[in-house]
C-alpha cells in the first residue's frame, strides 16, 4: 500500500510534436524505470503505425518510482497522450484519472491550437498544470517570449515554467521535483467501498482484454469479484499489476493508485470506458459521472479491392475493432464495389490509421470511398434520419430539409499568413466568430460546416501558412443548408463511391475539380471516356479523357521477352489496384486522391 | 500434340536429331510427315544470338548491355565464345542452324578475324541450313566501315546499321560518333559488300516535328534497300536520358499525340513506299523481313551466346529459358572458371509460353496463330476479350489468325492487358 501523499498522477499534454513521448522517456530513462539497454526513442510509442509516423495515437501509463529531494520515494503516474486532434478524446478521458497536467510547449514554436484545447480540457478536469518549456537546445527556441504567450493567450501563471530538453535530459530532475511538489496528491479513502474509474481497456491475444483502472476509493485485490456499475457486468480479477510500463503483479491497488486487470473479458466492447467499478458485493452505491461517449464524425465506405478478401476484411475489423472501441462498423453493399463496410472514424487521421493497419497487417487492398459526415435528413413526416452514406439519401420527395455538423474551428496563425487562412475558412462556408492576436500571432476562430474540414481543409491550411498554422476543432451542432448529393458518372456509369452531399452554391466548383482531378487520375483506355458531374439528372460539369493513342514497346527482341513478360504480369497484378466500372478502370488510388483537392 | 494442318511457316526446322544425319545446309526431312511430332519451336526455326558487349562510346538513350573498355583481349573473348559454342553443341546436338546474330554493343568493333573464328566454330557445330541468315549489328563510323568487306568474307550476309538520323544536329544530341555524311559513306561501302543492308533510324526525338520527320524518312526511304529499322526513342531508366528525364530535364520530348502521330506517319510513308511494316518498329518488302528476328517473334528456339544474353532452348521435351551473367567480366570468369556461362535455366511454363507466343506474335503483321496459342494455353483464348477489341478495330481475327491492325499495333500493350486481363 502507497501513503496517498507519496503518490502523484498526472498527464502530458501538448500540441503535437511539441515532444511529450520524449519527455516520457526521459522521466522513465533518469528513475530508472526502464533497463537502459532497454531504452529506445518514444518507448511508449509501440504500435507499428506510431513508429512509423513518429506520433502518438494511444494514452499511454507508467508507474515510476522517484526519490524526490524530501527524502521520500514517491509513485509517479504518468500518462503520454496523443497531440493530434482525433485523438483528443484519449486526452480528456485520460485527465480524469489524474490530478495534474504537464503541459508541455515547445519553445520553438509557442502555444498551439492544441496547447489551447489541452489547457481547456485540463481547467475542465480541475488540474493543476505545471507548463514545461521543452527544446530549449534549438537555436529557434525563445523560452522568455513563450512563457509570455503562455500567460497572455492561456492566461496562467508561467513564471515558474521548467525549461526543457527532452531530447538531451536537460532540466529532466527540475520537471520530477516539480511533479511532486506542485502537484497535488490524489485523495481517497481506503476504507470506503471500492470505487474505481475505467479508464481504458485494450486487447491483449494473451491476458484477453486488459482494463486500466484508476481506484479511487477503497482497495482492489487481485482475486475480487468485481462489477462495472453501467454495464452490470461481473467479473473475476484474475490478474492485476501496474505498469513500468511492462505488468508487474501486484496484490492490491489502493486509492490513488493507477493500474491494470484482466478477468477474461472477450471484446474491448464489453468494457466502457468512465464506467465505475466496484466489488460486487457490498460495492459502493454512487458511480462516478463517466465519460461522453467519443462518437465518429467521420465515416466512409471500406471494400475489399479482390472481392473475395471479403471475409478476410470482416475477420481484420472483427479483430482491429477488439483493440479500437472508438470506430464504428456495419456492413454495406454497393452496385459497383460488392460487399464491404461502412465505417465510422474519430477523424481523417483515425480512418487513415485504420485503413493503413487493414492493409498491412492483414494484406487486403482496400477502396476507400469519399468520406462523408453525418447529416440530419428531416423528413416531411417529422421524422429524421441519420445519412452515414451518400448513396442511402432518401428520394428528396420526401425530404423537407437537410442539417450538417458544425464545428468550432480555433486556428493559430502567424500575422502573414492570416489573410490566407481568413480566405480559406470563408471559401469554405465559413462564419467568422473572434479574431485576437497574441503577439505576433492570430487566433482565428471560425464557425465551419464539418464537411467543408474532413477531406482536406488541414492539408490546405498548412500549404497556405507553410506548416506555421495549427488547429483544432470540437462539433458544436447542426444547421439546417442547401446541401444537394452530387454524383460522378464515368463512361455514363454512376460511380456510387464517388457521391458526395455538397452544398448547392459549391457543387459546381467541386464537380469540376473533381472531373478535372479523376480526367488526371484515370488512365487512358482504349476508347475515350467522359467523366461528368451531375445533380440529380443535371450536368453541372464534364471532362473526357482521350483514348489511349500509343503504348508499344518500340524494341522487343529475344533478350526482351523475359522482362516484357515480367511487366505484363506485374500490370496484372496492378489491376487489381484497378476497379472496374462499366467498361472502365479505376485505380483505387482516384478514391482517395480525388477526394483531396483545392478550392 | 497434333502436327498442325497449316502449311508451315518460311524456315521451319526438323526434329533436330534427324537433322543431325543430314548433310549441313540441306534442310532434314527425316521427321516431316512421320509420326514424330513437330515440336512447338519448330514453327519457328532455331538461330544464334551472339553478344558483343563493348562499344565506343555509350550512348545517352541505350540500355543495351554495352560497356566501354579500352583494353580488350580479343583472343581471350574467340576462346569463350568457342567454349560457350562447344557447350551448346552437346545440349543441341544435330539443330539446324538458320540465323547467326551478332549483337550488341557494337559488334562491328569485332576483329574479322573473330568474327570468323566464331563463324567458322557454330559451321563445325551444327548443320547450316542452306542459305543461312548471318546479321552483324555496325556502327556507321569509318574506322568500322573498313572492316566490312572481311566480314562479308568470313560469311556474314547481313549488315544492320545504326544510322538513329539523318542530322547532324540530332547526332550529337544522341551521342553519337559519327556524322551523317560517315553514315552515309558507311551505307554505301555496306551496299557494296552485302546482299542485305538494313539501318536503323530513331524518331521521336526532342524537338522534332512531325514536318522534320517526314522529311528525314522520306530521305531514308529514298535510300533503303529492303529493311528498314525505325524506332520511337525510348526513354530508359537506368541510362543518362532516364536520369534527365527523371530530373525534370530533356525537354522537348514528344507527347503521346505527337508519338502517336509520327507512328502513323511512318506507317503512311513505309507504306506508300513498298516496306510495310512487318513488325511495330521494322519494315521490309515481302521476303526482306529479319529471319533471325522472326525467330524471336514467333517464338522459335535460339542459343544466347554472350554477356547477358538470353535463349530459348527446348531440350527433352521442356522450354528452357537460359540467360548468362551480364558483366563482361563475370561472363568471362564464369566460361573460364566454371566452364560455362550458364545461370540456371528456368523451365517455362506451358502458359508462360503461351504469353509469350501471344506477346510476341502480335508484334508482327501476320498476327497470332490461335490454335498454336491454344495448344500451349491448354485453351483457346476467350472470344470475350477478342471481341470488344476487334469491334475497336485494334485486332481482326479471320479463322486461326489473330492480328493487330495498325491502330491496334500502337496500343499494343494495352491489347495485351485487354487479352491477358
Ligand atoms: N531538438 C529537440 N527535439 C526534440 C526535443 N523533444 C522532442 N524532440 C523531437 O520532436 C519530435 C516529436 O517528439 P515526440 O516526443 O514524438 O512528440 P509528441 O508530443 O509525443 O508527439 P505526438 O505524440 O505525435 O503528439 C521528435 O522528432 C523528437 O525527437 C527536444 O528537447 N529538443
Ligand atoms: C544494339 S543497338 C545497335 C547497335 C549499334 N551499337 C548502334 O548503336 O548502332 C540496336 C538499335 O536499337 C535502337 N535503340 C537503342 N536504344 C534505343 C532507345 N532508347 N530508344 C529507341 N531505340 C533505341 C537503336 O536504333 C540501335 O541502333
Ligand atoms: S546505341 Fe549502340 S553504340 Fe550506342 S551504346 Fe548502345 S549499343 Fe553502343
Ligand atoms: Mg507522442
Known amino acids: 500500500m502507497t501513503q496517498l501523499d507519496r503518490i502523484r498522477n498526472f498527464s502530458i499534454v501538448a500540441h503535437i510534436d511539441h515532444g511529450k513521448s520524449t519527455l516520457a522517456d526521459r522521466l522513465i530513462q533518469l528513475t530508472g524505470t526502464v533497463a537502459e539497454r532497454d531504452m529506445k526513442d518514444q518507448l511508449l510509442d509501440a504500435m507499428d503505425i506510431e513508429r512509423e509516423r513518429g506520433i502518438t495515437i494511444k494514452a499511454n501509463t507508467v508507474r515510476i518510482e522517484y526519490p524526490a529531494k524530501d527524502g521520500h520515494t514517491y509513485i509517479l503516474n504518468l500518462i503520454d497522450t496523443p497531440g493530434h486532434v482525433d485523438f483528443a478524446y484519449e486526452v480528456s478521458r485520460s485527465m480524469r484519472a489524474v490530478e495534474g497536467s504537464l503541459l508541455v510547449v515547445d519553445a520553438s514554436q509557442g502555444v498551439e491550437a492544441q496547447t489551447l484545447a489541452n489547457v481547456y480540457t485540463a481547467i475542465d478536469a480541475n488540474h493543476e498544470i505545471v507548463p514545461v518549456l521543452n527544446k530549449i537546445d534549438l537555436p529557434a527556441a525563445e523560452p522568455d517570449r513563450v512563457r509570455e504567450q503562455i500567460e497572455d493567450v492561456i492566461g496562467i501563471d508561467a513564471s515558474e515554467a521548467v525549461e526543457i530538453s527532452a531530447k538531451s535530459g536537460l532540466g529532466i530532475p527540475e520537471v520530477l521535483e516539480a511533479i511532486v511538489t506542485r502537484l497535488p496528491a490524489p485523495k481517497g479513502d481506503r476504507d470506503a467501498p471500492l470505487k474505481a474509474m475505467l479508464v481504458d481497456s485494450w486487447y491483449d491475444p494473451y491476458l484477453g482484454v486488459v482494463v486500466l483502472i484508476r481506484v479511487m476509493d477503497g482497495v482492489i485485490r487481485k482475486g475480487d469479484k468485481i462489477k462495472m456499475m453501467q454495464t452490470g457486468a461481473t467479473h473475476g480479477v484474475d490478474k492485476l499489476a501496474v505498469l513500468k510500463p511492462a505488468m508487474v503483479d501486484t496484490p492490491e491497488l489502493g486509492p490513488g493508485e493507477i493500474g491494470i486487470f484482466t478477468g477474461s473479458i472477450k471484446q474491448v466492447r464489453d468494457t466502457k470506458v468512465g464506467d465505475t467499478i466496484t466489488h460486487e458485493k457490498k460495492g459502493c452505491t454512487e458511480p462516478l459521472p463517466g465519460f461522453k461517449p467519443s462518437i465518429p464524425v467521420v465515416f466512409c465506405g471500406l471494400f475489399p479491392v479482390d472481392s473475395n478478401d471479403f471475409e478476410g476484411l470482416r475477420g481484420a475489423i472483427d479483430k482491429l475493432a477488439l483493440n479500437d472501441a472508438s470506430f464504428t462498423y456495419e456492413m454495406e453493399s454497393s ?251 479505376i485505380p483505387q488510388q482516384a478514391f482517395i486522391s480525388a477526394l483531396k483537392m483545392d478550392g | ?139 556507321p563510323t569509318s574506322a568500322e566501315a573498313g572492316r566490312f568487306a572481311a566480314y562479308a568474307q568470313c560469311g556474314v550476309t547481313r549488315l544492320s546499321l545504326g544510322v538513329q538520323a539523318l542530322n547532324d544536329d540530332d547526332l550529337r544530341r544522341l551521342g553519337r560518333l559519327h556524322s551523317v555524311a560517315e553514315a552515309r ?116 528456339d535460339w542459343a544466347g551466346i554472350g554477356p547477358g544474353a538470353h535463349g530459348r ?69 476467350d472470344h470475350a476479350r477478342i471481341a470488344p477489341l476487334a469491334e475497336a478495330g485494334l485486332v481482326q481475327q479471320h479463322a486461326d489468325r489473330l492480328r493487330c491492325t495498325p491502330q491496334g499495333r500502337v496500343v499494343l500493350n494495352g491489347v495485351l492487358r485487354a487479352l491477358l486481363g
Open chain 1, 335 to 585: 452496385a459497383a464495389l460488392g460487399f464491404g463496410f461502412r465505417c465510422g472514424f474519430l477523424g481523417l487521421l483515425h480512418l487513415e490509421v485504420i485503413r493503413d493497419r487493414l492493409e498491412r497487417e492483414y494484406d487486403i487492398d482496400l477502396i476507400t470511398t469519399a468520406p462523408s459526415v453525418v447529416y440530419h435528413v428531416h423528413m416531411r413526416d417529422g421524422s429524421m434520419q441519420e445519412l452515414h452514406n451518400p448513396a442511402d439519401l432518401p428520394d428528396l420527395t420526401h425530404v423537407d430539409h437537410i442539417e450538417e455538423p458544425r464545428i468550432k474551428a480555433t486556428i493559430l496563425v502567424p500575422d502573414e499568413y492570416l489573410g490566407d487562412v481568413l480566405k480559406l475558412c470563408q471559401d469554405r462556408r465559413g462564419i467568422q466568430a473572434e479574431l485576437t492576436y497574441a503577439g505576433s500571432r492570430a487566433m482565428v476562430v471560425y464557425d465551419l460546416p464539418l464537411n467543408e474540414v474532413v477531406f482536406d481543409f488541414y492539408d490546405r491550411l498548412k500549404s497556405v501558412t507553410k506548416g506555421y498554422a495549427s488547429f483544432d476543432y470540437e462539433i458544436t451542432g447542426y444547421r439546417e443548408d442547401r446541401l444537394v448529393k452530387m454524383q460522378i458518372l464515368v463512361n455514363d456509369e454512376p460511380v456510387d463511391a464517388l457521391s458526395m452531399m455538397v452544398h448547392r452554391d459549391r457543387a459546381e466548383g467541386r464537380g469540376r475539380a473533381m472531373c478535372e482531378k479523376l480526367k488526371e487520375l484515370i488512365p487512358r483506355h482504349m476508347f475515350k471516356i467522359p467523366i461528368q458531374a451531375a445533380i440529380g439528372g443535371k450536368v453541372i460539369a464534364r471532362e473526357t479523357l482521350a483514348a489511349m493513342r500509343k503504348d508499344v514497346t518500340a524494341k522487343c527482341y529475344g533478350g526482351d521477352v523475359t522482362r516484357k513478360k515480367k511487366l505484363l504480369e506485374k500490370q496484372k497484378a496492378g489491376k487489381k489496384k484497378m476497379r472496374q466500372f462499366g467498361k472502365v478502370e
Open chain 2, 185 to 300: 559513306t558507311a551505307y554505301d561501302m555496306a551496299r557494296a559488300v552485302f546482299d542485305r543492308v538494313s539501318f536503323d533510324l530513331i524518331h521521336a526525338r526532342q524537338y522534332q516535328t512531325l514536318a522534320q520527320w517526314r522529311a528525314e524518312l522520306t530521305e531514308a526511304l529514298a535510300m533503303a534497300v529492303d529493311h528498314l529499322s525505325l524506332y520511337q526513342l525510348t526513354i530508359e531508366d537506368g541510362t543518362a536520358f532516364g536520369a534527365r528525364h527523371a530530373r525534370g530535364g530533356l525537354r522537348g520530348l514528344p507527347d503521346d499525340d505527337l508519338g502517336a502521330d509520327m507512328y502513323a506517319l511512318t506507317q503512311d510513308l513505309c507504306d506508300a513506299a513498298g516496306l510495310a511494316a512487318y513488325e511495330v518498329s521494322n519494315h521490309a518488302r515481302p521476303g526482306a523481313e529479319s529471319r533471325h528476328n522472326l525467330i524471336y517473334w514467333r517464338s522459335g
Open chain 2, 313 to 381: 532452348l527446348s531440350i527433352g521435351g521442356q522450354r528452357l529459358a537460359t540467360s548468362t551473367p551480364l558483366a563482361p567480366g563475370a561472363w568471362l570468369a564464369a566460361v573460364e572458371r566454371q566452364g560455362s556461362g550458364a545461370l540456371p535455366d528456368e523451365p517455362l511454363p506451358a502458359e508462360e509460353q503461351a504469353t509469350e507466343y501471344l506477346m510476341m506474335s502480335l508484334r508482327l503483321a501476320e498476327g497470332c496463330d490461335l490454335a498454336r496459342h491454344a495448344r500451349l494455353a491448354g485453351a483457346p483464348l
Open chain 2, 1 to 139: 500434340m497434333r502436327a498442325p494442318a497449316r502449311r508451315p511457316p518460311a524456315h521451319p526446322d526438323a526434329r533436330g536429331r534427324a537433322a543431325a544425319q543430314s548433310a549441313a545446309g540441306g534442310v532434314a526431312q527425316a521427321a516431316r510427315g512421320g509420326d514424330v511430332p513437330r515440336e512447338d519451336w519448330q514453327e519457328a526455326g532455331f538461330g544464334i544470338y551472339l553478344h558483343w558487349p563493348f562499344c565506343a562510346a555509350k550512348c545517352p538513350y541505350c540500355d543495351f548491355n554495352s560497356h566501354v573498355s579500352d583494353r580488350i583481349d580479343q583472343h581471350r573473348w574467340a576462346r569463350a565464345y568457342c567454349a560457350e559454342i562447344d557447350r551448346l553443341g552437346t545440349l543441341l546436338p544435330g539443330r539446324v542452324v538458320q540465323t547467326v546474330f551478332l549483337g550488341g554493343g557494337t559488334p562491328s568493333l569485332m576483329d574479322p578475324e573473330l568474327v570468323a573464328q566464331v563463324l567458322g566454330r557454330i559451321r563445325a557445330t551444327w548443320p547450316m541450313a542452306n542459305d543461312p541468315e548471318v546479321t552483324l549489328e555496325a556502327n
